[in-house]
């Protein structure tokens, strides 16, 4: 997962297709450092909560097509 995350690299958040095409594995990264403590806990939920929102509106954009 955190190979992914290097290959991406910025653009792993941002971006609509990267994060419909690896949502599953962007959950158990985000879960993983925040179960281990990672970084800045509040950055690290604010982070997940910001691309679970940008899926949410991938989904919704996928679905109208």
């Known amino acids: 997962?955190?190979?992914l995350e290097y290959l991406a690299?910025?653009?792993l958040y941002p971006s609509h297709a990267?994060?419909?095409k690896e949502c599953i594995r962007l959950l158990a990264l985000g879960g993983f450092k925040?179960?281990?403590g990672k970084g800045d806990l509040h950055a690290l939920y604010?982070?997940?909560?910001n691309?679970?929102?940008k899926l949410g509106f991938t989904v919704e954009m996928n679905l109208t097509l």
């Open 51 to 53: 691309w679970m929102t």
């Open 18 to 20: 990267w994060i419909w």
């Open 1 to 3: 997962m955190e190979k």
């Open 46 to 49: 604010k982070q997940q909560e």
């Open 9 to 11: 690299g910025p653009a």
């Open 34 to 36: 925040i179960g281990i």
